[in-house]
């Protein structure tokens, strides 16, 4: 019913990452033409959305029309310890068998290594997108963008950021201190490819998060969008064709 | 104080946590009378600094205040400016019964009865001009704004909350409903606080009054709950003798308004009774600052309490840690991505 393989551990072993930074269980969503993945953590901050398309993998296989998909639910503890037994040498399979019951992970190096993870009980309901409009869209150098929330993380436990047409500013303070990051849109040289602002924004977000997120970027590139008092929507791409996207809810003032 | 209508209202029973993240504009005279009377020694005795100034007001709105904003609610205290002039006889009348309770203090005290000394103390308690400067300088010390009324402070707290600017406000009296605030909090200051003895004891909890629930409970308008208050008595005014609330809206209900009242059932009201209605139904509107809840300032803090009124160090720095780490918290709330949908 699912069968897929895929030869680089490394693009699995982000996957993963990414889904442990802020899941429990993984609720995976498998169709005839892709895997995906949507889900909000457990305090509705933020939302995780991936999908693999069927080309990130070497072969794939699965009999579900794309209107029904299969609900593949794992623990994600469970996922992650036998995620850490991979190799990069190793080459990987995934499958369900016919009876549904069980995910097989097998990992083919030195040795055919096969681990059958029992399914859970999915969720009744799949999560729905939220709507989002957005006055800022910046493509930017991912190492870069890594470096700003680590810079504001050091005095700060939330990132205020700031954009109009020209500049990208990265910034947080606390009783110990504060911290800016100021980035110039254009020319050669600048980790920052693309910035648009409809108008001037500015929104804060909680650092942690961030923080987590940006350990599961592989992809050089990254897209940030938000508007003011919005949520930030961070995009990264996963082997060239797969997409991670993550949303994140605001800290908002109060009045 | 305020106007006897709790036996029509209906009020929701709620924890402090319920409301957490809540704006609300204190009646910051209601409160400070509340802190004043109640936080003394079992003979009537008012907590005193070395020189013998009452300090109760100042520990009441540390404490309690600390308290409220570690449930995370952000407070406004409003001051009452001046009295409207048909207020002064009442305000005349408060002034002897204080005088009164202190003299019958002191008798009971001589006479060793301590709780009578008690109940009279209470009933004694005074709020001086300096004890309002200080309880203003205390709460923007606390980062707690601060807004002065033109006249009544329970008519601009209502204006705020009908404004959106504040959610509710709180008072231990009726009035703002008088003054068309939309929803009210009782029991803010005393929540926590035990009452009754025994098996009879109970925590007190706030309270949220919602004036439009109510008045379409009662299926009357705000004139008439006005005219009802008016019957019953209020600050500016002497009830009519026998009426109650439940009579009062009886009335009310059969006959529409005090006009009709005095027409139809013939009951003279020596009340200048259009002069009252206006100043509930027709408060002075007044502009309003932008509010600001600013951090704490600890070091502002300390001077007033501990270098000025002899409060304990250590107690209160400990409150202060408090505050402080809740501040670093607030900066901003942390919102759901359920609001964005």
């Given at each position: ?44 901050v ?17 009999d ?49 290594r ?21 006055d ?10 890594k ?6 993380g050091?005095?700060s ?25 100021v ?73 | ?45 008012p ?7 009452v300090?109760?007001?100042l ?15 952000r ?6 400016g001046?009295?409207p ?37 209470r009933?004694?308690s ?19 704004p ?14 705020m ?21 939309p ?51 209020t ?20 006959y ?26 027709k ?7 932008p ?14 309490l ?14 202060l840690?408090r ?16 609001e964005?949908?």
């Amino acid at each position: 019913m699912f069968h897929a393989a895929l030869d680089s551990t490394k693009t699995w072993k982000q996957i993963v990452d990414a889904l442990a930074t802020m899941l429990t269980e993984a609720h995976f969503m498998v169709t005839k033409s892709k895997m995906a993945l949507r889900q909000m953590d457990s305090s509705k901050v933020a939302m995780l959305d991936i999908e693999l398309p069927a080309q990130v993998f070497q072969e794939y296989t699965c009999d579900a029309p794309d209107k029904s998909p299969h609900d593949v639910c794992i623990g994600i503890d469970e996922l992650v310890r036998v995620s850490k037994r991979m190799t990069s040498e190793d080459h990987l399979e995934f499958s369900i068998d016919e009876s549904g019951s069980t995910f097989e992970i097998r990992m083919i190096g030195n040795a055919d290594r096969r681990f059958k993870l029992q399914l859970l009980t999915p969720p009744p309901s799949r999560a729905k997108r939220p709507a989002l409009k957005f006055d800022v869209r910046v493509e930017m150098f991912a190492d870069t963008f890594k470096q700003a929330v680590k810079d504001v993380g050091v005095l700060s436990g939330h990132v205020r950021i700031t954009a109009n047409g020209d500049t990208l500013k990265f910034s947080g303070a606390s009783d110990f201190g504060e911290t800016e990051v100021v980035l110039s849109r254009g020319g050669d040289e600048s980790p920052v490819y693309v910035l648009e602002a409809k108008t001037e924004s500015s929104a804060m977000y909680a650092l942690n998060y961030l923080v987590e997120i940006s350990k599961a970027i592989a992809s050089d590139t990254v897209t940030l969008q938000f508007s003011t008092n919005n949520p930030l929507l961070l995009e990264s791409l996963i082997a060239e064709v797969g997409r991670l996207s993550f949303i994140l809810a605001p800290r908002i003032e109060r009045r | 104080m305020g106007t006897r209508l709790g036996d029509i209202m209906v009020a929701t029973t709620v924890t402090l946590k319920d409301l957490a993240g809540k704006t609300i504009a204190v009646d910051a005279f209601n409160t400070l009378y509340q802190f004043l009377s109640t936080i003394r020694q079992p003979d009537g005795t008012p907590l005193m600094d070395r020189e013998g100034r009452v300090t109760s007001h100042l520990s009441g709105l540390f404490y309690r205040n600390v308290n409220l904003i570690e449930h995370d609610l952000r407070l406004v205290y409003v001051f009452d400016g001046e009295a409207p002039v048909l207020k002064a006889e009442e305000v005349e009348k408060r002034r002897e019964r204080r005088e009164a309770a202190r003299l019958e203090w002191e008798r009971a005290k001589e006479e060793g009865r301590i709780e009578d000394a008690f109940k009279a103390a209470r009933a004694s308690s005074r709020l001086t001009a300096e004890m309002i400067e200080e309880s203003k300088a205390l709460l923007q010390a606390l980062g707690i704004p601060v807004v002065q009324a033109p006249s009544e402070g329970e008519a601009l707290a209502a204006q705020m909350a009908r404004e959106g600017i504040v959610w509710a406000s709180a008072s231990q009296d009726n009035d703002a409903l008088l003054y068309n605030c939309p929803r009210m909090v009782r029991n803010l200051s005393i929540s926590g606080r035990r009452r009754g003895r025994g098996a009879k004891q109970k925590t007190v909890q706030p309270e949220i009054i919602d004036l439009d629930n109510n008045l379409r409970t009662l299926g009357i308008t705000r004139e008439q709950l006005v005219d009802i208050a008016i019957l019953v008595g209020t600050d500016y005014n002497p009830g009519v003798k026998g009426v109650g609330p439940k009579t009062a809206l009886k009335l009310v209900t059969k006959y529409g308004c005090l006009e009709r009242i005095e027409e139809e059932k013939g009951l003279r009201l020596d009340i200048p009774y259009q002069k009252i209605r206006d100043i509930f139904l027709k408060p002075l509107e007044t502009e309003l600052e932008p509010i600001e809840w600013k951090r704490p300032d600890p070091e502002r803090v300390m001077e007033i309490l501990c270098d000025r009124h002899d409060f304990n160090m250590d107690r209160v720095e400990r409150a202060l840690e408090r505050l402080t780490a809740r501040a670093r918290e607030t900066d901003g709330r942390q919102s759901s991505l359920t609001e964005f949908f």
